[in-house]
């Protein structure tokens, strides 16, 4: 069953992710809202002030005996009485009233703007408020309502206004303070809440260290104290690796029993050969060593089959190739061995009999047919494009490659060669099934063979094998 991955990799980062954009959006949207009630509230408390600095001067105004609007209200403020500062006041007489209208002396003799009863309507206390400009560019608001000075019914009409920048300075000090001290709380907040993340996951970290040691082969199964909500897991990872472990330990008893019962009949058989004319010892040493062969191939599928997904099967490159090589220049002194591999910690997810049987027949099939020498490499490579999805992209791959400078093999000779059985030249020795056992192991591991004709003129073998994690994805 493949497991399909959703967004970050990382746990840490993934929980890390959504607690900071929620908080980065719940700050928003907090700030937003606090701001916009402070600024009803602002907007209220300035129509407040501006209704009853309007009753004020209605207070403060009577109509004298000459028939004039008399008055001076006095609001405790000195922006009435300062020239362009949006803030005044106005009395005019309606109707039939023809006395002379009187203001504040911020006003001077400019005048404000008066919107129709239709733009601008009173309410059920006969009062309107409406926004405007002044001569001077003020924006401001306006508080106006009509009143009856006496009992002959003479009216005027009253408007207080007061400058909006007011407003908007204040609520642009609020909102700044406000979002100083929400960023300053939202930063901390992330401190505390990625330290407490980091804190609260800090058991699965350890059980990711302990399960790379597994992977390493340096542990045989997760080591630590756990919380109990992964305690569970923990317990069942590492039944499952003793599982596995003993399935491994049975499989390969049994390949070895199998491999001894079969060794005496087979060598009793080849004893026997003395007993028969050269001809017919001769076709039966032949077959006997074919079959012996073939038996042991097919036990090396067995095990192989049986243990190529434990998480134990490790082999570090370096030191089983530098022990083949050494071994062939032994067997070869008139040729030349030259080995390559990168980087130098590189391993193989196999079990090291694999490894050594795999190349050491490729390095043996070489060094028969080469003429001067033999090189080797092994190196990162991506993953096949057939496994170019789940769990094969979470595992490096190794390419590694044995060529020649011999005289190589055509697109049909390699067809044959690795037919079970077949050999190409005959006046060398061997039972023809190095490059069939070789193509076998490396198919039960899953991994890809090619054959092609070198650069060196000689034949070129390429192996791509599955790597060993060497960390876990954090």
């Given at each position: 069953m493949r497991i399909k991955r959703i967004g970050p990799r990382s746990l840490t980062a993934r929980v890390l992710l959504l607690a900071t954009t929620w908080s980065a959006v719940a700050l928003v949207v907090i700030s937003i809202v606090i701001s916009q009630l402070y600024r009803q509230s602002a907007e209220r408390s300035f129509t407040d002030l501006l209704r009853a600095q309007l009753y004020n001067v209605i207070n403060s105004v009577t109509i004298g005996e000459d028939n004039k609007l008399i008055g001076n209200p006095q609001l405790g403020d000195l922006r009435f009485s300062q020239p362009e500062t949006g803030w005044y006041w106005i009395i005019e007489p309606l109707g039939t009233f023809a006395a002379t209208a009187i203001s504040s002396s911020s006003l001077g003799t400019s005048n404000i703007t008066v919107p129709s009863i239709l733009q601008a309507p009173f309410n059920n206390r006969y009062e309107r408020f409406y926004p405007t400009r002044d001569a001077f560019g003020n924006h401001v608001l306006v508080a106006e309502t009509e009143v009856v000075l006496d009992g002959e019914g003479r009216a005027a009409r009253f408007r207080v206004s007061g400058n909006l920048d007011a407003v908007e300075d204040d609520i642009r000090s609020f909102s700044r303070s406000l979002y100083i001290a929400l960023g300053v709380f939202g930063i901390g907040s992330l401190i505390v809440n990625g330290l407490a993340i980091l804190y609260g996951l800090q058991p699965l970290d350890a059980a990711r260290r302990s399960l790379e040691r597994v992977r390493r082969s340096e542990a045989e199964h997760l080591e630590g104290e756990f919380p109990r909500e992964i305690m569970p897991l923990a317990n069942d990872i590492n039944a499952l690796i003793e599982s596995n472990r003993r399935i491994v330990e049975r499989a390969r008893m049994q390949v070895g029993n199998l491999a001894h019962s079969l060794k005496t009949p087979i060598a009793v058989l080849l004893n026997e050969l003395r007993m028969l004319d050269k001809v017919q010892s001769d076709l039966v040493r032949s077959q006997a060593e074919t079959m012996q062969a073939q038996v042991q191939s097919y036990l090396n599928r067995a095990r192989i089959a049986a243990q190529r997904n434990s998480l134990l099967a490790r082999t570090d490159i370096e030191p089983v190739l530098e022990r083949l090589v050494r071994v062939m220049r032994r067997l070869n002194p008139d040729k030349e061995f030259h080995l390559s591999v990168y980087p130098p910690g590189a391993a193989l997810a196999l079990e090291q009999q694999d490894v050594e049987e795999t190349i050491g027949n490729l390095l043996e099939n070489s060094a028969r047919f080469c003429r001067t020498g033999v090189w080797v490499t092994a190196a990162l490579a991506t993953a096949p494009p057939e496994k170019a999805e789940g769990e094969a992209t979470k595992r490096p791959w190794i390419e590694m490659a044995v060529e020649d400078d011999g005289p190589g093999l055509n697109p049909d000779q390699i067809t044959e060669a690795v037919k079970r059985g077949r050999r190409l030249d005959e006046s060398k020795p061997g039972a023809g099934l190095g490059l069939s056992i070789v193509s076998e192991?490396?198919?039960?591991?899953?991994?890809?063979?090619?054959?092609?004709?070198?650069?060196?003129?000689?034949?070129?073998?390429?192996?791509?094998?599955?790597?060993?994690?060497?960390?876990?994805a954090g």
């Open positions: 192991i490396v198919s039960e591991y899953q991994g890809e063979l090619e054959m092609t004709r070198g650069v060196r003129g000689g034949l070129r073998t390429q192996l791509l094998l599955p790597g060993m994690i060497k960390e876990v």
